[in-house]
């Protein structure tokens, strides 16, 4: 077995556990848990790079988002002009695009998707804070067990890209 096919095994088998787990658990506490939510987490977390340092940065970002999400969604309450809240979007797009230059904060497509999570969910903070950071664990999850099946399973001799 090849690295990317144990990436690919380990993925798919944790993210199923984490579907069936949010599902469940998002009957008896629907203002709580989403797996989709979870899976802007677990995607974050790749686009970020994986591993320590993405988990942290993904992290921070998804977080960051959430926070500039639900500042948007507050100021923006302040009046029912369009124009208003297109510029307080304008605004708040720039400072993400901006802090794409701090280290924490560099991938502001994790930036960009807390913040698109807090429009879905209408500004749902804590749903939003739960299932972020399991979906990050759950993302890391992926990449722990698909380096324990590449090195229980890998084909001597092989590259690491191979199948």
């Given at each position: 077995m090849g690295y990317i096919m144990a990436s690919a095994l380990s993925s798919g088998l944790i993210s199923g556990i984490w579907t069936g787990i949010a599902n469940y658990l998002s009957?008896?506490?629907p203002n709580l848990f989403s797996s989709w939510v979870g899976f802007v987490g677990i995607t974050s977390y790749f686009?970020?790079?994986?591993?320590?340092?993405?988990?942290?940065r993904s992290l921070t970002s998804n977080l960051t988002g959430v926070l500039i999400g639900c500042i948007i969604i507050a100021i923006s309450s302040l009046s029912e002009s369009v124009v208003f809240g297109a510029a307080v979007t304008g605004v708040f797009t720039w400072?993400?695009?901006y802090l794409a230059h701090i280290d924490l904060t560099k991938f502001s497509t994790c930036t960009f998707m807390g913040g698109f999570s807090a429009f879905a969910t209408g500004g749902n903070w804590r749903l939003l804070l739960i299932c972020l950071v399991c979906g990050n664990i759950v993302g890391y999850l992926c990449?722990?067990?698909g380096d324990f099946l590449y090195s229980k399973f890998k084909k001597k001799n092989s590259t690491e890209e191979e199948w």
């Amino acid at each position: 077995m090849g690295y990317i096919m144990a990436s690919a095994l380990s993925s798919g088998l944790i993210s199923g556990i984490w579907t069936g787990i949010a599902n469940y658990l998002s009957i008896f506490l629907p203002n709580l848990f989403s797996s989709w939510v979870g899976f802007v987490g677990i995607t974050s977390y790749f686009v970020a790079g994986g591993k320590k340092e993405g988990f942290i940065r993904s992290l921070t970002s998804n977080l960051t988002g959430v926070l500039i999400g639900c500042i948007i969604i507050a100021i923006s309450s302040l009046s029912e002009s369009v124009v208003f809240g297109a510029a307080v979007t304008g605004v708040f797009t720039w400072l993400i695009c901006y802090l794409a230059h701090i280290d924490l904060t560099k991938f502001s497509t994790c930036t960009f998707m807390g913040g698109f999570s807090a429009f879905a969910t209408g500004g749902n903070w804590r749903l939003l804070l739960i299932c972020l950071v399991c979906g990050n664990i759950v993302g890391y999850l992926c990449t722990l067990f698909g380096d324990f099946l590449y090195s229980k399973f890998k084909k001597k001799n092989s590259t690491e890209e191979e199948w």
